[in-house]
């Protein structure tokens, strides 16, 4: 896959995933490429999927959603039906920040961003409870967290 991307494309990369906010101008000088060049490049690495969005990374102390939970979810069925089913409803879910369907013991592991303790158990009881065809829930949650990153060494 990186073999269709040269040194400018992987730089490019490598300078959005630090600072998305940098502009085409500023990314043009640091590259020592011209700006068509790299609106051009970033356009084609959007259209080829390399970009798939790009955000703001918000800090979860500040908008209250401190709590974070990684709970292991073990389904009673495993048709393709079934799976999928959870995961639309999942989905659906705000508090629900990431979903992968995993190997091992569960089925699924899900991050779940909540206020505090007793938002997280309102959670758990009326929605994600709630869901057909759970067996198990288990759940972690994070102390302190030591390491977050978001950009891919490339």
Known sequence: MLVDLDPTDLELLKLLQKDATLTNKEMAFKLNKSIATIHERIKKLKEQGYIKRIVAILDKKKINRSLIAFSQVLLKEHTAATLIQFENEVSKFPEVMECYQMTGAFDFILRIATVDMDTYHLFLRNQLA?????????????????????????
């Open 130 to 154: 709630t869901l057909q065809n759970i067996s198990t829930v288990q759940s972690f949650f994070v102390l302190s967290e030591t390491k977050s990153e978001t950009a891919y060494p490339l």
